[in-house]
């Protein structure tokens, strides 16, 4: 089968007057139909931009310099503003970690929910717009959703406000949704219910689902398959259980080694040493060279390439050998 | 063995009051009350010299203020918190230094004007605890402690990075040589690779300076990691504080269950969510009895009616839940 989502050798590229910054440098990944795949990352790792460039959202300075987005075949990247405007949205939605933000604070949820749909299909009544505004808020688990569409963002809580958002992105039954950071900012117990109305939702509707977040035990939860992101490149990728159990580049092992929890009292915690380096100007060679342990003189020459592994990953690493498996 | 520090019965209430408009209407035959946070309610609890004891809840259940409270920045309602002076290993410091805070967000607690040099000493100068000729010295020597370079001196907040920043203010924190650390979501804002590198520090320190720590965070993985001793929030009240296998093992309260199920964590690999229902009440409007009543399954009439009493239901475990009489 296809994978609705196939994002070749991506790079979005920042030209700031202090120089070009390479947010996302050599992207590639594969979603396919009701799929979770989680995009994971520090900050600055360009796990946002590559969100954003999918949606055709990034601003100048900023631009796609190179390669190809394809969703269902069709180059997005290629697109015209305009027809950008007819997939987002629509056929492709997002959310963002603040539904705050992304809510409009002086318009009542129906108003948002309604011109949703309206916008992208003019045909569309205003009572069936309204009457799938109702349903879409009964699918996320909102009580009473008649009341709730009159009522305006600032009149929910966190959690109701980022389910809001889920409806709004779900309701014209999108291919794929991308969700940046959507339960960072919530309390536990409702970043539980968000992760399990997602869940629900791709299992339901079959919508491919790219996860973007640093957390790493909630696409541990989720995922079908992990990429994780280091200075502008996904440095290792492959099935979720394969990544968390046996991580073969350095620093999906430093990730997972610093991840507090009960496993590990008594004992210090893994640390990667240093910091991520300014994007600005990398190190030739390896972007991790200066924080692995594992660094040789062939890493700070060379940039190394994805190597595929047995058990169907790809890793960015010069001490990984073609077909080998952890 | 006598508590380092002990917490009775502190309360914190914080009240709206009326404006002018709500008092003429009011005085017209309107009835306008004030609205009243009660956002620590009558909290309990001592913590031993060497001990970590972590504050766990979500967001509005009071444990930020709880801490404020105990490290002397925010003065309760009611209650008190006494620190043991006769266990203190530092006589000559004024009692007000022996308890510091470190903040969750090391961009608005560092003052941008000063320099490093500047933010580190200017307590210990204040209160006499070095010399002004020493300041030099002094500085290098604590920004070492935390390891960072003594070549970032003279630099300001704005030229460190969000680890660096929050090694400063740990810095600063000990520059008073303090015995107790409030530590307020102080890894929150840190990436994870950084986060392990803070944590790392606070224990090392711990062992090092004989520090005994509250460490306040909604992260329950690191509290699982750091703590001796979890105390369990929920809307201004305890409800349950455990020795920290007990509460990874065996927790008692229906609340705290339901938090350790919705942790995600890396070891269980993928799996369905099954999380409980409902909202967190607003503090404001607190429901009856149990404040957790409206979202636990287990919920009788009496969980409705009274507020649950916080039981020792075994040798260090206290829970405040109705189901305890019953079984």
């Not at chain 1, 991506?10 to 795949?37: M, N, P, R, W």
């Not at chain 1, 009542?108 to 569309?124: A, C, G, K, N, P």
């Not at chain 2, 203020?65 to 009611?78: E, K």
Request: aromatic share 6%; with cysteine; proline share 6%.
């Amino acid at each position: 089968m296809d994978p609705i989502l196939q994002i070749k050798d991506l790079q979005t590229h920042f030209f700031t007057k202090a120089g070009v910054l390479k947010a996302v440098d050599g992207v590639s990944l594969e979603i396919g139909a009701g799929e979770i795949v989680g995009l994971v990352g520090e900050s600055g790792s360009g796990k946002s931009i590559t969100g954003f460039s999918i949606m055709g959202l990034v601003d100048a300075p900023g631009r796609i310099v190179g390669g190809q987005i394809l969703f269902k075949g069709q180059d997005l990247a290629k697109l015209s503003p305009a027809e950008m405007q007819a997939y987002r949205g629509n056929r492709i939605a997002m959310i963002f970690q603040d539904p705050m933000m992304t809510l409009n604070p002086v318009l009542r949820i129906e108003t948002q929910m309604v011109e949703t749909i309206l916008s992208h299909d003019s045909s569309v009544s205003k009572i069936d717009a309204h009457a799938r505004a109702r349903d879409a808020l009964g699918l996320v688990g909102i009580s009473s959703p008649d009341e709730r569409l009159r009522a305006y963002p600032h009149q929910f809580s966190g959690g109701m406000r980022q389910r809001v958002s889920i409806a709004i992105a779900m309701l014209n039954r999108p291919d794929l949704i991308i969700a940046d950071e959507p339960t960072t900012a919530l309390d536990v117990t409702i970043q539980g219910q968000v992760i399990h109305e997602m869940q629900r939702l791709c299992q339901e509707t079959k919508t491919a689902l790219l996860w973007i977040t640093h957390d790493l035990a909630v696409v541990a939860g989720i995922a079908e398959r992990i990429c994780v992101m280091y200075a502008g490149r996904v440095v290792e990728q492959g099935p979720n259980a394969n990544v968390i159990a046996a991580p073969m580049h350095p620093y999906t092992t430093g990730l997972l080694g610093s991840v507090p929890g009960q496993n590990r009292r008594g004992q210090p915690l893994q640390q990667i040493e240093g910091m991520v380096p300014s994007l600005m100007n990398l190190p030739t060679g390896c972007a991790f060279q200066n924080r692995c342990n594992l660094v040789s003189d062939i890493c700070t020459s060379t940039n190394p390439d994805a190597i595929s592994t047995k058990d169907g990953r790809l890793v960015r690493c010069h001490n990984i050998a073609a077909g080998d498996s952890a | 063995m006598t508590p380092l520090l002990t917490v009775s019965n502190l309360s914190r209430d914080f009240v709206k009051s009326l404006d002018m408009v709500a008092k003429v209407l009011n005085r017209l035959g309107q009835n306008y009350r004030e609205e009243v946070v009660h956002a620590v309610d009558d909290v309990s609890f001592s913590v031993f010299k060497g001990e970590i004891v972590g504050v766990v809840g979500e967001s509005g259940c009071g444990k930020s203020t709880l801490g404020r409270m105990v490290a002397g920045i925010l003065p309760p309602t009611s209650g008190q918190v006494s620190f043991d002076v006769t266990q203190a290993k530092n006589t000559d410091i004024p009692d007000a230094l022996r308890t510091q805070m470190i903040f969750q967000d090391p961009f608005s607690s560092l003052n941008p004007r000063k320099r490093v040099i500047d933010i580190i000493t200017e307590a210990p100068i204040h209160h006499k605890l070095i010399a002004p000729s020493e300041k030099r010295a002094f500085a290098i020597e604590m920004l070492q402690r935390v390891g960072l370079d003594p070549d970032t001196l003279e630099r300001y907040p704005h030229q460190f990075s969000g680890g660096q920043r929050q090694r400063v203010g740990i810095a600063r924190a000990l520059a008073v040589s303090p015995e107790f650390l409030v530590c307020d979501e102080s890894i929150a804002a840190l990436d994870v690779s950084i986060q392990a590198q803070i944590i790392n520090l606070f224990v090392d320190l711990k062992d090092s300076y004989d520090l005994t720590y509250l460490f306040i965070s909604h992260d329950i993985g690191v509290i699982e990691h750091i703590s001796d001793r979890v105390i369990v929030m929920y809307l201004g009240r305890i409800v349950e504080t455990a020795p920290i296998e007990t509460f990874v093992k065996q927790p008692n309260h229906p609340y705290t269950q339901a938090l350790l199920a919705g942790v995600p964590r890396l070891e269980v690999g993928k799996r369905q969510y099954e999380p409980i229902s409902g909202e967190i009440p607003s503090p404001l409007s607190p429901p009856t009895g149990c404040h957790f009543h409206p979202r636990c399954k287990f919920a009788t009439a009496r969980c409705k009616a009274e507020k649950p009493a916080l039981r020792e239901i075994a040798p260090a475990h206290f829970s405040a839940c109705h189901l305890n009489d019953e079984a």
